[in-house]
């Protein structure tokens, strides 16, 4: 059984709880290895892949060839408990190099009031992305059946991420507002040409964006018809981008998506400077660290036509005879809306599945430009970390000990800090109430919400929080010790910002959790973070 251990900034502003842990003969069974049971010792964690679903509730582990799905009851403080393990490695060379919890979104979610986490999920409501060494990624229930796989590319995969549109029309857009207004978040229910989309990175450099529409469709079918022995070849839209790099290999890359970009030179003389057409409004944009070179960075911009369209028609086609309740709604509203989604004659769009025919056809990609690069050598950015999509910002961490906060939009490094080498990054929001003082109504307390990038300084074992907008000291710190990494929770299911609904009163599936994140040490303790405003 977990002891609970609670560890306290000194202005009582920052928590980390320790809430459960995983158990010795877990990591024996992931570790594969029986001599483990003669050492007193607890296995370390080390090397070990770990992501976790909405709230921490699952945390799934990787080790070489094999991944396991743990879970624990929420509210309660206890052990991880199995609920999946799977070696589904076609050689003994292939490796998983990346995982991904991906909760689907279905009619019967509800929400916690902390964070909006899923209080009650159904049985088919998550599924596990496992990358490999070889390219492939493969796609498991919650149980571990295998719901499909594709090699979308044939370098190792190093990063799956799921990366949500904006549903905000906010004050907070570009990060001069966001200094100056970091409480608010204006919402709005406009539906965005944006869409959700799965990022896959790989190794040399390469992105592979899956639409989340079809995606989502093609997995429901698969969870649907899996329990019927009647599985087919589920099908969804992907696009592949490659880009212009000097180098074999990369630390780290992400697809921001479409942003109305900035030129930074459009505030000099325009009489004597030329504004790029590179950096005006864009379809598809991309942060790329190169691990060699001179660059510690570049952004990569295309402002294609073809890249702003996607098509899933022919999935819907196929989920709405299958399927009924909301799934077929949804289905339903790509085939018979007025405007219907239809992917354009130019588009590079391809369509995927689990047939041996589609495996192995491998374009190069959709070739990216370089919009600017950042050559600082020998500073060379490490991991990259989006902020919640209204922000338009991300978290980089370079080789020299420094975090930058760099603005998407205007293309600009807004805030720097130094003196974390070796750091990890994530970011976290809190909602909190502030009563009007000219209005005694009980309903009358302003919402608002504050950002926060967490920050674990991994060689000093210090875990800082600066709230966004005020970076030039920590909110709050805590000596929490070596030993552990910092895990980024999703905030959204996949298929959450669908349209559901009539034409005309058309809303989202879901609003965006908070976002949060956990710690995991090397002993497998799972501590939650905790903020007082």
């Known amino acids: 059984m977990c002891a609970k251990h609670v560890m306290q900034s000194k202005n009582g502003r920052l928590t980390a709880t320790i809430e459960a842990n995983v158990p010795a003969a877990l990591l024996q069974l992931l570790f594969d290895d029986d001599s483990l049971q003669t050492r007193r010792q607890k296995p370390s964690m080390d090397g070990v892949l770990c992501a976790t679903s909405i709230g921490g509730r699952y945390v799934a582990l990787a080790h070489k060839d094999r991944f396991m799905l743990l879970g624990h009851p929420e509210h309660t403080l206890s052990d991880y408990r199995l609920i999946s393990v799977g070696n589904d490695a076609t050689s003994p060379e292939e490796t998983v190099t990346a995982l991904y919890c991906m909760d689907i979104y279905t009619s019967a979610q509800k929400k916690y009031l902390r964070h909006n986490r899923t209080e009650k999920q159904d049985s088919q409501s998550l599924c596990i992305m496992v990358g490999y060494s070889s390219g492939y990624v493969r796609v498991f229930s919650l149980y571990g059946h295998l719901l499909t796989a594709h090699q979308f590319h044939s370098q190792p995969l190093l990063r799956i991420r799921l990366r949500m549109p904006s549903q905000t ?89 479409p942003a109305t970009c900035k030129d930074p030179l459009s505030s000099l003389a325009k009489s004597t400077m030329t504004s790029s057409p590179l950096l005006s409004d864009a379809t598809a944009g991309f942060i790329v660290a190169p691990q060699y070179g001179e660059a510690a960075f570049g952004v990569f911009i295309t402002n294609e036509d073809a890249a702003a369209t996607f098509s899933a028609v022919d999935i819907a086609g196929k989920v709405a005879a299958k399927v009924t309740g909301a799934v077929l709604n949804i289905a339903k509203s790509y085939l018979w809306r007025n405007n219907p989604l239809t992917s354009s004659s130019g588009s590079n769009y391809s369509g995927g599945n ?103 300084a991994s060689k000093r074992g210090v875990l800082e929080l600066y709230e966004l907008g005020t970076m030039n000291q920590p909110y709050a710190s805590i000596s929490i010790g070596l ?51």
């Open 169 to 257: 029309n906010n004050s907070v857009r570009s990060a001069q507002k966001v200094h100056y207004n970091s409480g608010t978040v204006s919402q709005t229910n406009s539906a965005s040409d944006d869409a959700e989309e799965v990022s896959l990175t790989y190794e040399d450099g390469t992105i592979v964006n899956v639409d989340g529409r079809s995606l989502y469709l093609a997995l429901r079918l698969c969870l649907t018809e899996a329990t019927t022995d009647e599985a087919s070849e589920p099908t969804f839209q992907y696009k592949k981008w490659s880009f212009d790099l000097s180098t074999p290999s990369i630390s780290d890359a992400v697809s921001y998506g």
């Open 483 to 533: 030993g552990w990494n910092l895990v980024q929770c999703p905030t959204q299911p996949l298929g959450g910002s669908l349209l559901i609904g009539n034409q005309g009163s058309e809303r989202r599936a879901t609003s965006p959790g908070l976002a949060d994140c956990i710690l995991l040490d090397s002993s497998g303790r799972m501590a939650e973070i905790k903020v007082e405003i």
């Open 354 to 456: 689990i047939s041996q025919d589609s495996m192995g056809k491998q374009g190069s990609g959709t070739l990216v430009p370089c919009a600017m690069a950042i050559c600082d050598s020998p500073r060379k950015v490490l991991h990259i970390s989006l902020a919640p999509a209204q922000y338009n910002l991300a978290a980089l961490v370079d080789s020299l000990g420094r975090v930058m906060l760099f603005d998407t939009e205007s293309c600009e490094v807004v805030q720097m800090l130094k003196g974390f080498r070796g750091c990890q990054c994530a970011w976290l929001e809190v909602e909190y109430r502030v009563e009007n003082a000219n209005n005694t109504a009980p309903d009358s307390a302003r919402i608002m919400r504050k950002t926060f990038v967490v920050i674990y």
